[in-house]
C-alpha cells in the first residue's frame, strides 16, 4: 500500500481535537506534539484508538484463524482507514472487504491489490471503473457478488465490450427469506450460477457468500436460524461443484461478520465438497472491538468455541473522552459528547474518570448511566454521591464501532499513559 498522502497531509485546528491556533502540521507528525489526553492537551470531545489494544487484538485474530485453517478480509467500511487496512494486511489479512464503489475507490487510490465487494456491483459508472482498473493493473484481485440472472448478465455485457483479457471473478450470494440480498433458495441460487457458467470468458464463479449478522431473537433462535443460513450456503455450494460451475482454483466459501464468525468457520471446515476450499471471514469490528454490543457477542463466541479465549480474547481500541461541563441537578450530567460524536442509537457507556491530580483514571463507580444524547451533549444520571464535577474527564466505551468511526475524520492514537503516539485518517 501507499500511505505517503495521508502521512504527508495536513492537520490544524479544522480537525476535531486539534487545540485552537494550531499552525498547519503534517499528520505523521504528530507525536511529536507531544501532546497528551489526560493533561488536557487535545479539544475535548475527542476520539482515541489504544495502540496496545490494537495490537493485542490483530495478533488475537492472527492467532484464532490459523488455528481454524481460516483466513479472513476484513469489513473495512468499518473503519474506512488505509492505515488500519495496511495494519490488517501486515497481520495476514487476505484481503479487504468493502461495500460501495466510492469505498473501493478509496482502497484502489492507496494500493490495496485485492477487494471483496460484497454487495452486487451495478451501475454504468460502478462496473466501467472496476473494468478499467482490471485492465490497468494485472495485479488487482477484485471479487464481487451476484443474485440474479439480469445483474450476472449487465457484468457479462460489459465485461465482454471492455475486453480486458480476464474474467470478473463473482461470488454467489445466498440471503435469507426477508433479508438482503442473496439467493433465497436453491433452484435460483442454481439460475443464477448456470448463468455465470454460461457468460465464460467474461465471468468466472469463484465461490458461494452470506451474510449471517441480521437475524433477529432470542439467543438460541438466532444461532438457529443462523444454522439454517450456514446449511444454505453449503448446499449452493455443494450443487455447484456437482454441476462443474466454478471456475478455476480454490472454491472460495465466505461468510462471518463480527459476532457469529465462530460458527460460520465451523461449519465451512466441514463443508464436504471435493474441491479445496478456502475459508475467509470478514469481521470488521475485531481490531477496535468494543464495549457494547461486540463484547457481549465475543462472551457468546468463547461460550460456543472455547478456543477464542487463548490469548486473552479481544478488548476494545476505541474511547470517546469528554468533558464534565454541567451539573444542573443532583442525579445529573451534562457532558461535551453528542450524537456528533459518536453513537446515538446505543448510549456510550461510561468507563473511567480523571481529574487533575489523579495518578490515573479510576473506573466509573456504578449507576451512572447515559440516558439521552444530543448533537453535542450526553444526558447522564448520576448517584447523588457521584464524583464528578464540572471539569472533569470522563472516557466512554462505544457499542458498534462504525457509528463512531463515521464521524471523524482522524482518531489519536494514544500509548497506555494517553500520550498520542500517531493519528488515523478516515474516509467517509
Known amino acids: 500500500m501507499n500511505l505517503d498522502a495521508i502521512a504527508a497531509s495536513p492537520l490544524d485546528d479544522r480537525s476535531k481535537g486539534v487545540p485552537g491556533g494550531t499552525a498547519p502540521f503534517r499528520l ?38 490459523t488455528r481454524a485453517h481460516a483466513v479472513i478480509a476484513p469489513h473495512g467500511k468499518t473503519t474506512m482507514a488505509p492505515q488500519l487496512f495496511q495494519r490488517q494486511l501486515d497481520d495476514g489479512a487476505w484481503a479487504i472487504t468493502l461495500a460501495t464503489p466510492q469505498q473501493v475507490q478509496v482502497a484502489r487510490a492507496h494500493g490495496v491489490q485485492r477487494i471483496v465487494l460484497a454487495n452486487q456491483l451495478i451501475g454504468r459508472h460502478a462496473i466501467d471503473w472496476v473494468l478499467s482498473e482490471l485492465k ?107 454441476e462443474g460451475l466454478f471456475g478455476p482454483g480454490e472454491v472460495i466459501l465466505t461468510a462471518g461478520g463480527s459476532a457469529y464468525y465462530d460458527m460460520v468457520m465451523a461449519r465451512f471446515r466441514h463443508a464436504g465438497l471435493a474441491s479445496p476450499v478456502k475459508i475467509v471471514i470478514r469481521s470488521g469490528c475485531y481490531l477496535s472491538h468494543d464495549s457494547g454490543r461486540y463484547r457481549r457477542g465475543f462472551t457468546e463466541i ?38 456528533r460524536d459518536t453513537q446515538s442509537d446505543v448510549m456510550p457507556l461510561p468507563e473511567t474518570w480523571f481529574r487533575a491530580g489523579m495518578n490515573a483514571p479510576a473506573r466509573v463507580p456504578p449507576g451512572h448511566v447515559c440516558t439521552g444524547m444530543n448533537d453535542q451533549h450526553t444526558h447522564m444520571t448520576i448517584p447523588h454521591d457521584s464524583p464528578f464535577a464540572v471539569g472533569d474527564l470522563v472516557s466512554f466505551g462505544v457499542s458498534h464501532p462504525c457509528l463512531t468511526f463515521d464521524k471523524w475524520n482522524v482518531l489519536y492514537v494514544v500509548d497506555d499513559a494517553y500520550n498520542v503516539v500517531s493519528a488515523v485518517r478516515t474516509f467517509f
Request: proline share 4%; net charge negative.
Open 28 to 65: 505523521d507528525a504528530i507525536a511529536a506534539k507531544g501532546w497528551n489526553v489526560l493533561r488536557e492537551d487535545l479539544n475535548m470531545p475527542v476520539a482515541v484508538l489504544k495502540e496496545s489494544a490494537l495490537t493485542h487484538n490483530s495478533a488475537w485474530m492472527r492467532n484464532f484463524l
Open 302 to 339: 468463547v461460550e460456543r468455541t472455547p478456543d477464542a479465549a487463548q490469548g486473552g480474547g479481544l478488548v476494545s481500541a476505541i474511547e470517546v473522552w469528554a468533558y464534565v461541563q454541567s451539573r444542573p441537578e443532583p442525579g445529573k450530567v451534562l457532558l461535551t459528547m453528542g450524537a
Open 136 to 242: 490497468r493493473d494485472p495485479g488487482f484481485d477484485f471479487y464481487c457478488l451476484v443474485d440474479s440472472e439480469v445483474g450476472v448478465r449487465m457484468l457479462a455485457d460489459a465485461a465482454r465490450a471492455a475486453d480486458i483479457g480476464r474474467p470478473i471473478q463473482v461470488f454467489l450470494e445466498g440471503g435469507a427469506l426477508g433479508g438482503r440480498t442473496g439467493v433465497r433458495d436453491r433452484a435460483k441460487g442454481l439460475a443464477v450460477a448456470r448463468a455465470v457458467k454460461a457468460a465464460s470468458p467474461f465471468l468466472a464463479l469463484r465461490g458461494v457468500e452470506g451474510f449471517e449478522g441480521l437475524f433477529g431473537g432470542t439467543r438460541e433462535e438466532i444461532e438457529g436460524k443462523v444454522r439454517d443460513f450456514l446449511e444454505l450456503l453449503v448446499t449452493l455450494a455443494k450443487d455447484c461443484e456437482a
